[in-house]
Nanobody, 129 residues
Framework: QVQVVESGGGLVQAGGSLRLSCTASGLTFAGYAMAWFRQAPGKEREGVSCISWYGITTYYDDSVKGRFTISRDDAKNTLYLQMNSLKPEDTAMYYC??????????????????????WGQGTQVTVSS
């Protein structure tokens, strides 16, 4: 049984930083691409960033490029999202997800929620102005 658990969210002032973590168990973590999504109240869930198996490739939504960095530690079955220069519009529930397909490289469909099969419960990030 696959379990995905996010942590690290909180309240931060604009311009501040947070690091989110996500641990996944019940699967061969190193062989799967992983991603972060977020969902603000009244909005659809959107892709933030994806990292391929073994960290070969990474993708970012344009809104976070240059501010967020995705990384993974396969020895710890853990995914990270370092978020710098946070803005009030980054406020959302952040979700971690495992991408379907062995050794996926986060192809062009990386931001489509249907291509992910295991999701965490989310961690709230609130950025005050």
């Amino acid at each position: 049984q696959v379990q995905v658990v996010e942590s690290g969210g909180g309240l931060v002032q604009a311009g501040g930083s947070l690091r989110l973590s996500c641990t996944a168990s019940g699967l061969t973590f190193a062989g799967y691409a992983m991603a972060w999504f977020r969902q603000a109240p009244g909005k659809e869930r959107e892709g933030v960033s994806c990292i391929s198996w073994y960290g070969i490739t990474t993708y970012y939504d344009d809104s976070v490029k240059g501010r967020f960095t995705i990384s993974r530690d396969d020895a710890k079955n853990t995914l990270y999202l370092q978020m710098n220069s946070l803005k009030p519009e980054d406020t959302a529930m952040y979700y971690c997800a495992t991408k379907t397909g062995w050794r996926d490289r986060c192809s062009g469909s990386w931001s489509h929620t249907a291509t992910y099969n295991h999701w965490g419960q989310g961690t709230q990030v609130t950025v005050s102005s």
